[in-house]
Every structure is written in C-alpha cells, then in structure tokens.
C-alpha cells in the first residue's frame, strides 16, 4: 500500500512486481534451458501428454535449439506475470472518490454516495444511504496488509465499520423459486446459481448478474457458491 496526503493506493506493489516479474521470469528461463532434455527424457513414455511437440523438440540437438527455448520461456514467465499482475485488484482512494481497477475495468464510486464502506471477508464493499452495493471487490492483500485498509478509508474521511456490514442480519439463503421475493429477483438469481462452476465466465456472469439484482431493489452476496439476499432500505 502506498499513500500521499491526496491519495493512498492498495494493490500492485512493488514488491508483487518484483515477485512476479522477477519469479515468473526465473522460472520460464530455467524452463526453457531445460525443455531439450525432458523432450528428450519424455519421448517414447506414451503417458506423457504432447508427445507432438516434444518429439518434435528432441530432433534437434543443436546450441540454437536451448537458446529458442529459453528465449520462449522468458517470454512465457513475463506473459504469465502481465496476466498475474492484471488480476491483482488496484483500489485509489482520494477524498473525492473511490477507484476499483481490475483485468483493465474501472469502477469509480463519487464519495458523496458513499454512506459506508466496510470489509465482507476478502471484499471491500461499499453501500448507499438506502443500504444498497455501491461496489463489492475482492482485494489480494496479504493479512498484514488488510489491517491497514480501514485505516486508510478513514483518512479520505469514508465512514467505516469495523463490525462489518450493519445489515448482515437481514440476508437469508436464496432457495429456488422463494415465496418471499418477486418472480424477477428469483429469475434472475436461478440464472446466476448456474454460473459458479463456469470459470472466468461465470466469474462475469456473477458480477454482471449481481447489478441486475441490485436494479431491482436487492442485494445479494455469495458463500461457498450459495446465494445470500436481502432487501435494500426503501
């Protein structure tokens, strides 16, 4: 986390940097160097998958070979660590607004709407003065690191609740067709509930899912791939 008396920021550090850049790095270099000798080693054991590519590799036993292998697998660590870094959630926060930057989407929140601000487990989460979600984004901060986001909240003068979201005791757990909620709201939630095991494509699908339920006057949060709602204040 890094700060100036106009604007602390939380993510991307540059110790992640060095970490994954300097890591990833290292490790499709020594990939790389040593791709020959596991062609060599793999091919012919049939239960070793692309049996292709290796073959293909261990036919040529030349220096040129080890360097267009190393050369691939440096680029291959920096790619990884590019898409590492892209998903670590970047968060600014000034006195006028609230920043959420992820996989290159931008979420801005004006402070004004902001009537409080709290954590939900791993998500920072911030709601209205009618209880409903602002914004609810998963942060990738290390423990130590977590503590000091309250703090740094405070000092762009967000109200915070260390005791966490001051209407946890309204959700309920979404079942299928519930009595208690409008055909809409249960449509749309039986829709997200078939999207947990989708990948990063049910991942949007939540998200994207998650503001059309907020539309219709409910909020809901997810646990353990189970579905929470409550009712935001009329």
């Known amino acids: 986390m890094t700060g100036t008396p106009e604007r ?5 550090s540059a110790g992640d940097k060095v970490m994954l850049f300097g890591g990833l790095s290292l490790a499709g270099l020594a990939f790389g160097f040593f791709l020959p000798r596991i062609a060599h080693w793999a091919t012919g054991r049939e239960w070793v998958p692309f049996q292709g590519p ?3 590799v261990a036919a040529w036993d030349s220096w040129w070979v080890v360097v267009i292998c190393v050369v691939l697998g440096l680029l291959g660590g920096l790619l990884l660590a590019a898409i590492a870094l892209d998903d670590i959630l970047r968060v600014t926060i ?11 989407k931008t979420v801005t929140v004006p402070r004004e709407k902001v009537s409080v601000a709290f954590l939900d487990g791993k998500e920072i989460v911030l709601q209205d003065a009618t209880s409903r979600e602002l914004a609810r984004e998963k942060h990738d901060e290390l423990r130590a690191q977590a503590k000091k986001i309250p703090g740094a909240f405070r000092a762009h003068g967000y109200p915070w609740s260390d005791a966490g979201d001051p209407h946890e005791s309204a959700f309920r757990r979404w079942i299928e067709d519930d009595p208690e909620l409008p055909p809409a709201v249960n449509a749309v939630l039986k829709v997200r509930a078939k999207a947990f095991d989708d990948g990063d494509k049910g991942k949007a699908d939540l ?10 006057g409910y909020t809901v949060k997810d646990k353990d791939k189970k579905q929470y709602w409550r009712q935001t204040t009329p």
């Not at 000034?94 to 290159?104: A, G, M, R, Y």
């Not at 998200?207 to 219709?216: G, N």
């Open 8 to 12: 602390t920021v939380i993510g991307h």
């Open 54 to 56: 290796l073959k293909l």
């Open 94 to 104: 000034t006195n006028q607004s609230v920043e959420f930057l992820k996989k290159q």
């Open 207 to 216: 998200r994207d899912l998650r503001a059309e339920v907020t539309k219709l």
